[in-house]
């Protein structure tokens, strides 16, 4: 992954200092609280429900073990012991005290690591496949040009304040992983005719109050291009968005206002001009980050381990997990693991600071060191030898970290909702619990098959609720928390935004509608029909019909 050189241990170390002198001077009462608000936004720290939260950049979801020893630290000194892992591949903090933030932010400059831009109207943290550099039928590593992308959007003069904020995500895999539909800039590396790499450039996605599937504007950037090009579709959008209405001021409506060809052709036009200037990489810059996403020493190995074999063979609960939880890996004689955060009745993307101890530990036991953090909040430890699967797994297993759930109906993504966000209008925590307790057989849920629900609290749709296999909206009616369910969402290469079935349901029938949309997604599929499959094939009509019966 990316090590920080001297510039970047500067830029950090100073940016901290900058920010200790604005907490001092808002603890003292120089500055207000909306004086002080664009000043700790652009160092990541919120004013929540509670308290502050702070949010910490994992570039493009990569963690080294030192990283994430740190983090447990922190969740142990600063917070209640824990961190919650976002669908942006970052990390929150929710309990932090005003006092207590610069030394945090000490503390990960120590490590390579910062709070800068994970909020605010600028690029946010850029996120790619957490199979990078281990997946196989990749391109290649993605998380280089993610990494080129990071350095070029940090503090940019021009985009530093955007009509609104802005995210960008890489994918280099057939299999998008990465949700890069849904996301302002999505880029996917692709091969032309004559086998060159470059990008197809989707703009416009985004989920929230008007949810979008992104368009494509460019079937073919070449890679050496992709920073003008980026500067080009930032600037139309800097030039074109809307700053008078906060709800439309995504560059989703923008495309959506003018359509993805007018959109197109003034990005052309504006790249025209700039294509071939100083913006363009370096060929000695794009060579010095990208030979440090090197792939580790991987041993020569045969194909598949006999002890994996043998042990898959005799151990049934270690055969479900390795089912479930295990993907293929490029090198011969490795997989990639998950690691789920979604043990029943627990709130999802929660981790402990022993929890990430352990982690870091396994880590570089068997994994190189590197942690991937996924933008379903799991982790992932991505070159493990399948010789050393079944130790791994025993060694998860008193941790709760050993759940084989990856993709069925209980690795549910969600917000923190209503329980800490003051933007909520329900919570989403423990609906999210109560759903796993309701699916918590295990051969039940691997039944089912992949099935994907994710739940926001709110309209802003933190939870990905649009993009669900089954969606799950918090909303107020008369003061009171109702859901409503939206199905046939799909943030993969086959994206789609969800129908909303019909009225919310109440806090105390919502799981109960869960249950009615699973029977009856069970009563209409053909043999080895994914949820999402079938939905495709028979349409709404079955499901409203089985949720209204009685409603």
Same mark, same amino acid.
């Given at each position: 992954m990316y090590t920080y050189d001297a510039f970047d241990e500067t830029f950090v170390t100073e940016r901290v200092a900058q920010f200790r002198d604005q907490v001092a001077r808002r603890l003292s009462g120089e500055l207000t609280e909306d004086q002080f608000r664009p000043l700790r936004l652009m160092n990541g720290l919120y004013l929540q429900l509670h308290a502050y939260m702070l949010r910490v950049a994992i570039p493009y979801g990569t963690l080294t073990s030192i990283q994430l020893r740190r983090l447990a630290h922190i969740a142990r000194r600063y917070d209640k012991g824990y961190g919650h892992f976002t669908t942006r591949q970052n990390i929150q903090y929710n309990w932090p005290a005003l006092k207590d933030t610069p030394d945090i932010l000490a503390d990960l400059a120590e490590v390579g690591m910062h709070a800068i831009q994970t909020s605010g109207n600028c690029i946010r943290n850029v996120t790619a496949d957490q199979f990078a550099g281990a997946a196989a039928g990749e391109i290649e590593d993605p998380r280089i040009w993610a990494e080129i992308i990071r350095q070029w959007s940090t503090l940019h003069p021009e985009f530093s304040f955007l009509p609104r904020k802005f995210k960008i995500a890489v994918t280099a895999s057939p299999n998008d992983r990465a949700a890069i539909a849904v996301h302002d800039i999505g880029l996917k590396m692709v091969r032309d005719q004559h086998g060159e790499v470059g990008f197809t450039v989707y703009v416009g996605g985004g989920m929230g109050r008007t949810p979008f599937i992104g368009k494509e504007i460019r079937a073919f950037l070449p890679k050496a291009h992709l920073l003008s090009y980026l500067e080009a579709v930032l600037r139309v959008y800097n030039q074109h968005g809307r700053r008078d209405n906060m709800f439309k001021s995504r560059i989703k409506i923008l495309v959506h206002e003018i359509g993805a060809d007018a959109f197109r052709e003034r990005v052309e036009t504006e790249w025209a001009a700039i294509k071939d200037g100083p913006v363009e990489l370096p060929a000695e810059e794009l060579a010095r980050i990208a030979e440090q996403f090197a792939p580790p020493a991987f041993e020569t190995l045969a194909a598949v381990a006999p002890e994996f074999e043998m042990r898959r063979f005799e151990d049934r609960a270690f055969a479900r997990w390795a089912r479930a939880n295990l993907f293929p890996h490029r090198q011969?004689?490795?997989?990639?693991?998950?690691? %789920?955060?979604?043990?029943?009745?627990?709130?999802?993307? $929660?981790?402990?600071?022993?929890?990430?101890?352990a982690v870091a530990d396994l880590a570089d036991r068997f994994g190189f060191g590197d942690?991937?953090?996924?933008?379903?909040?799991?982790? +992932?430890?991505?070159? +493990?030898?399948?010789? $050393?699967?079944y130790e791994l797994w025993q060694a998860l297993l008193p941790l709760g970290l050993a759940t084989p759930n990856i993709g069925t109906v209980t690795d549910i993504i969600a917000c923190p909702g209503l329980d800490y966000c003051s933007l909520a209008n329900a919570r989403s925590i423990n609906v999210a619990e109560d759903?796993?307790?309701?699916?918590? $057989?295990?051969?039940?849920?691997? $039944?089912?098959?992949?099935?994907?629900?994710?739940? %926001?609290?709110?309209?802003?749709?933190?939870?990905?609720?649009?993009?669900?296999h089954i969606g799950i909206l918090g909303v107020d009616k008369k003061g009171e928390e109702h859901y409503q369910i939206t199905l046939g969402g799909d943030a993969t290469e086959t994206a789609s935004i969800g129908e909303i079935v019909g009225p919310a349901f109440s806090a105390a029938r919502i799981v109960d509608a869960v249950e009615t949309v699973v029977t009856t997604y069970v009563g209409h599929r053909a043999p080895g029909e994914r949820f999402l499959d079938t939905y495709r094939r028979i349409g709404m009509k079955p499901f409203k019909d089985s949720l209204y019966a009685t409603h």
């Open positions: 011969p004689g490795y997989a990639i693991v998950n690691l %789920s955060l979604k043990p029943e009745g627990e709130p999802p993307g $929660d981790a402990s600071a022993e929890q990430m101890d942690i991937r953090v996924t933008h379903e909040q799991n982790l +992932v430890l991505p070159h +493990v030898r399948q010789k $050393d699967l759903i796993t307790r309701r699916f918590s $057989d295990l051969d039940r849920a691997h $039944d089912l098959g992949e099935l994907k629900i994710k739940i %926001s609290g709110c309209i802003n749709a933190c939870g990905h609720h649009h993009v669900g």
